[in-house]
């Protein structure tokens, strides 16, 4: 509508033309570009395809099918440290000084995608000071990069509707203007039936918001779950006894390992793996469960619980659940509700439950009915829910527009949105960050 654009969008006609009678073939199509519908799990600066013989994972390396920009970068230590992380043996890295560096994944437009970048500095560089730098996915800064121990890994995982069909996971630089890195992506595709019965049901009703995955806990477990156990790579953390940081009794922790859920729950997709559901923790008396975050967020719960003790029956379990800003406690009896799960994430409670530091979940034992075995929690998910909406991108004809003058150009090491979160450099996008930016000049 406005002048400036109808003149620009003229003259990028033209531009498209000329350009595109000078271009001949423009050979800039990498690998296969089919639109991921399970997961696709990228080892950052690898050289190669690989099966992980540990884990089983089949890496693939992240250039040039899903970027064309960066470094690769080799960390020696990583085997060490994390044996069973083959992934962290390289990365990439981007010392150009470009605002942003974006890997692109071809998607299927309005599905849900779980979206994870994993970080393991371990001092590849030989660098005095620890990086930190920005992630985005598509127009959103989603989350700061920051490391207290180079030896630690860090891990950002999201769950996102896409909006188009190309996601872009994207890495900024921040005001340290210190070098972004990446070791790992795991990108995964939630069919629609993974939301039917479970908690991500309620994050598929939510189209423009997302979600970031803060735990996922494993009572009783020992070591990481992951793949294959998990098809979709997500980490389980083992808490065992007593953990101060997630869990507390004031009577002694008894573990409880049984092979029970296989199978049960073959058809809830999007559930914990057996693994992780066939141990739990179990006291008598009240438990507690706490969260080390410092600061307030929204959050959604997903607490599961299984009866693993082989002599139980319907009246040994009886307890309560209660979460800060629910209507109401919630009865969960394992032995009568079969495996089932809970999530205080019904309907009138969803928006509002504020964790604030020092938020407890109650587990206590029905004191109206006799309950001889205490409270068993055997798996729990996190969530922090996005206070804003993921920012519109670019208008897609604009998109499109500046995809050909990239092509055309042999420009295509700018990847991601030309608008947001930061502009290409060469062009000048409308600064309403209400509205759908387009863009107003070259
Ligand atoms: C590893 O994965 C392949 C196919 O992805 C499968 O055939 C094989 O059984 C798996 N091996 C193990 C040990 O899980
Ligand atoms: C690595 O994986 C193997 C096989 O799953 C497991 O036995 C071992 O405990 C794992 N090591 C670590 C450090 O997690
Ligand atoms: C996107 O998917 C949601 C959930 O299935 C659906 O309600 C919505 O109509 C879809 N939007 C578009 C534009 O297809
Ligand atoms: C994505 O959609 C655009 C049009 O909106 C089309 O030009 C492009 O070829 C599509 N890309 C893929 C990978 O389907
Ligand atoms: C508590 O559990 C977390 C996650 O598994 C682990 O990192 C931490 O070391 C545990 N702390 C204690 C005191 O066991
Ligand atoms: C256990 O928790 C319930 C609910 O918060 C509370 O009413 C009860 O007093 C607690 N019991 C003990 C012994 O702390
Ligand atoms: C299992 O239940 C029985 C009673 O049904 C009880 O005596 C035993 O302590 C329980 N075991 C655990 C680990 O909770
Ligand atoms: C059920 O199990 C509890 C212990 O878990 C036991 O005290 C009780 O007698 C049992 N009831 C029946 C009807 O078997
Ligand atoms: C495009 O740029 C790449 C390096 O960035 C170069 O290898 C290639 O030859 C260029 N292609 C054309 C058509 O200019």
Known sequence: ???????????????????????????????????????????????????????NISWVPDAPQYITTGVNGYVPSAPSIYPNFSEFTTVRYFPDTRAKNCYSFPVMPNSTYLIRGTFFHGNYDNGATLPSFQMAIDGTIVAKVTFDNAAIFVYHEFMVASVSNVTFLCLLRDSSNSVPFISAISFSFLPADFFDSSVYAFLY???????ETKYRLNFGGDGLVRYPDD????????????????????????????????????????SPPATVLDTALTSSGNRTITFPDDYSYLYILSFYYAELNSTANASSRNFYLEAPGTVGDYLLNPYSNGFDFVFNAIDMVLWDLLYTPGTEIVLYPDQTVSSPLGPIANALEFWQMSTNSMAPVTENQDAIAIEEIKSSMNLTDWTGDPCVPVPYPWVTCSTDSNFVPSITAL
Not at 18 to 40: D, E, K, N, R
Not at 44 to 49: D, F, I, L, W
Not at 247 to 267: C, H
């Open 231 to 270: 098809e979709f790579d997500r980490y389980w953390f083992p808490i065992q006894g007593s953990n101060s940081t997630f869990i507390q009794s004031t009577s002694p922790f008894q573990s409880l390992v049984a092979r029970k859920t296989v199978g049960i729950y073959n058809g809830l997709s999007g």
């Open 205 to 211: 009703g939510t189209r423009s918001i997302y979600f």
């Open 1 to 55: 509508m406005d002048k400036p654009k109808r003149i620009w969008k003229a003259m990028l006609t033209l531009l498209i033309a000329v350009l595109g009678a000078l271009v001949c073939t423009l050979s800039s199509a990498p690998g296969v570009w089919a639109q991921i519908q399970g997961s696709v799990f990228v080892d950052c600066g690898s050289m190669a395809s690989y099966v992980d013989g540990i884990t």
